[in-house]
């Protein structure tokens, strides 16, 4: 039921914020939508966070809870520029993918999964909360990057219209992106650092061979990819956009593949 608030409360701020958008509006309307998007990804850790007290477990095994999971990632990255004022308008492109992913979860069903995780304790927790943190920072830089892309193309083509005057300057996307990045890119090698430490002091061996640890692998490779892209010189900040949205991509389809294939049952964060 908390589960559904959340989901209706993330569909109610996205609806307002296309509606604003058609209207062209930049003042207090934008700003009630990210209040209603910021009561429900606070809706959202009340509803995750009664699933850990209810079943004893964090919500990362079995479909229905690791989906919830990663539409949670999402809506941390959206929490995080609320502040932000104008910024705060990059929710519009993580809306989608929050709800989305939320609204197959509560179809699945949120529920426990039988198997028994032997990563316990506070290493298991600190390890989770920095890869929350992680994608958060790679779902941020997903988020500004589209808008990056969709602002550079309306300037291009001198179309400055009610795209032009709601999404956020391109200096404030770009910034957005690149503090994403980096943030997300130090959490995430933490997140990696302890839970391979764990793995190797309890199983004597990184087990590359697990679904899981191939898509962390991958992930962190996507984030240094996303770096590389910000170098050089030219068109840095578009090339890093660019590469922010395809890597953003990459990571979510890799999961929900690993996660209805092979690694369907395991654990992912």
Not at 5 to 21: E, K, N
Not at 138 to 148: D, E, R, T
Not at 205 to 219: C, Q
Not at 237 to 264: E, H, K, P, Q
Request: proline letters at 4%.
């Amino acid at each position: 039921m908390i589960h559904l608030l959340a989901f209706l409360l993330y569909v109610g701020a996205f609806s307002l914020w296309i509606h604003f958008l058609v209207k062209g509006s930049r003042g207090e309307g934008p700003t009630f939508a990210s209040a209603i998007a910021g009561a429900a990804v606070v809706v959202h850790a009340i509803a995750l966070g009664d699933y850990w007290i209810r079943y004893g477990e964090l919500p990362l095994v079995g479909p229905g809870a690791a989906l919830s999971s990663l539409a949670f990632v999402g809506g941390l990255a959206l929490l995080a520029t609320i502040p932000l004022r104008e910024a705060a308008r990059v929710g519009i492109a993580l809306l989608p993918f929050i709800t989305i992913c939320l609204g197959i979860a509560m179809i699945l069903g949120i529920e426990p999964s039988p198997l028994t995780v032997d990563f316990q304790g506070v290493g298991f927790v600190l390890h989770v909360t920095f890869a929350f943190f992680g994608y958060q920072g790679l779902a941020l830089a997903f988020a500004a990057g589209i808008l990056y892309l969709i602002q550079h193309h309306e300037l291009k083509s001198k179309r400055l219209g009610r795209f032009f005057r709601f999404i956020p300057p391109l200096a404030t996307l770009d910034l957005l992106g690149r503090v994403g990045v980096w943030a997300g890119f130090a959490m995430l090698s933490l997140a990696l650092g302890l839970g391979w430490a764990w793995t190797t002091a309890n199983r004597g061996s990184l087990e590359v061979g697990d679904p899981k640890v191939i898509w962390a692998l991958l992930s962190w490779f996507i984030f240094v990819a996303i770096i590389v892209a910000r170098r050089g010189s030219g068109r840095t900040d578009y090339r890093g956009a660019m590469a922010a949205v395809i890597g953003f991509a990459v990571v979510i389809c890799s999961y929900l593949a690993l996660r209805l294939t092979v690694g369907g049952a395991g654990l992912f964060l």
